[in-house]
């Protein structure tokens, strides 16, 4: 069963989305068949390189998607995760598309929580872009572990939500 999408996304803008879906998916790879990923919290399933049954309530272990169905519905799942965000940085449409994508990019592995109750958005709401992309390196553990894998989505000098954050272009 696939998400249907009917309402009008308000937080990222189209070339934001398309980027938004490529940058989670790099990160998180592309799962066809739904599984619960050992660093996870208990009860969390996992499909499509970061869709989890928070986004899709009936997804169960075992459901499987083909790969064009997961790229469609991961531009779908940052869309959603940035309606979020926008309630507490509503210049969120307004910033690149980069920095759109890493910020969307960044809800989709945390929830949108961690940036809206965290000095992210209040640096983003300030204009103070370098320090609200700076402290996304400070959300690189996992059930209180260190993850080099969270630090490289994070730093990563191509692929790194930080370094797309600060992008101007």
């Known amino acids: 069963m696939m998400a249907k999408v009917t309402k009008k996304h308000v937080g990222l803008s189209a070339a934001g989305a398309v980027l938004a879906g490529v940058l989670v998916s790099h990160w998180e790879g592309m799962n066809l068949t739904a599984v619960h ?43 959603r995760y940035a309606d979020e965000v926008v309630k507490c940085v509503p210049s969120l449409p307004t910033m690149p598309p980069h920095r759109q994508a890493a ?8 929830g949108a929580a961690r940036v809206c109750n965290t ?10 872009v370098r320090e609200a992309c700076d402290a996304m390196v400070k959300y690189v553990n996992a059930n209180g572990k260190f993850l080099q894998g969270l630090y490289n989505r994070r730093t990563d000098a191509v692929w790194g939500e930080r370094p797309w954050c600060l992008r101007e272009d």
Not at 60 to 67: A, L, N, R, S
């Open 119 to 128: 000095s992210i958005a209040r640096d983003l709401n300030a204009g103070r």
């Open 37 to 79: 990923l050992p660093f996870d919290p208990p009860g969390v399933v996992t499909v499509c390189g970061g869709i989890t049954n928070y986004d899709w309530p009936w997804l169960k272990v075992g459901d499987k998607y083909t790969k064009e169905q997961c790229q469609h519905e991961l531009s779908h799942v940052a869309e």
């Open 103 to 110: 910020i969307a990019s960044f809800a989709v592995n945390l």
